[in-house]
């Protein structure tokens, strides 16, 4: 979801199918998530057991501004050097800041809201953290 509006009536509404003391787990990526180089192309390939190839072509970028990551991506499976089948994907993604996440769940209408840095529930209080894991209970 990379619509502020469309990911709190997603919360809302998880809030709302929650059994009373129910827990909700959340994990979100961070801008601090992004590798260099951002923008650019990529390239990669993968050998199957049978000797054919899928070859990966992507093409990166983030505004900084609308927080907005970009994959566009073509993926080619090829059997002795003959492209059999090509998949398109444009993936895009809402990369949110550290303290961000907070006030969706919050106005969504959690209290119970604990933050961590990894599944082991470190407590989070790395700025840079590239994940965040939310356990949020519905106290009523």
Same mark, same amino acid.
């Given at each position: 979801?990379?619509?502020?509006?469309?990911? #709190?009536?997603? /919360? *809302?509404?998880?809030?709302?199918?929650?059994?009373?003391?129910?827990?909700?787990?959340? !994990?979100?990526?961070?801008?601090?998530?992004?590798? !260099?180089?951002?923008?650019?192309?990529?390239?990669?390939?993968?050998?199957?057991?049978?000797?054919? #190839?899928?070859? /990966?072509?992507?093409?990166?970028?983030? +505004?900084?501004?609308?927080?907005?990551?970009?994959?566009?991506?073509?993926?080619?499976?090829?059997?002795?050097?003959?492209?059999?089948?090509?998949? +398109? !994907?444009?993936?895009?993604?809402?990369?949110?800041?550290?303290? *961000?996440?907070?006030?969706?769940?919050?106005?969504?209408?959690?209290?119970?809201?604990?933050?961590?840095?990894?599944?082991?529930?470190?407590?989070?209080?790395? #700025?840079?953290?590239? #994940? /965040?894991?939310? !356990?949020?209970?519905?106290?009523?």
């Amino acid at each position: 979801i990379t619509n502020h509006a469309d990911a #709190q009536r997603g /919360l *809302e509404s998880i809030y709302r199918c929650l059994a009373p003391h129910g827990t909700f787990l959340l !994990e979100i990526d961070t801008i601090d998530s992004l590798t !260099e180089p951002i923008e650019g192309w990529r390239y990669g390939s993968h050998k199957r057991l049978d000797g054919s #190839q899928i070859l /990966l072509s992507a093409l990166t970028s983030y +505004d900084p501004v609308t927080q907005l990551y970009r994959s566009q991506c073509r993926y080619k499976s090829v059997v002795d050097s003959i492209t059999i089948e090509v998949e +398109d !994907e444009d993936f895009r993604q809402y990369l949110y800041r550290f303290d *961000e996440m907070e006030t969706h769940l919050k106005n969504a209408g959690f209290t119970v809201i604990e933050k961590y840095q990894d599944f082991k529930k470190t407590k989070s209080t790395n #700025q840079k953290a590239p #994940q /965040l894991i939310y !356990e949020c209970t519905k106290t009523v």
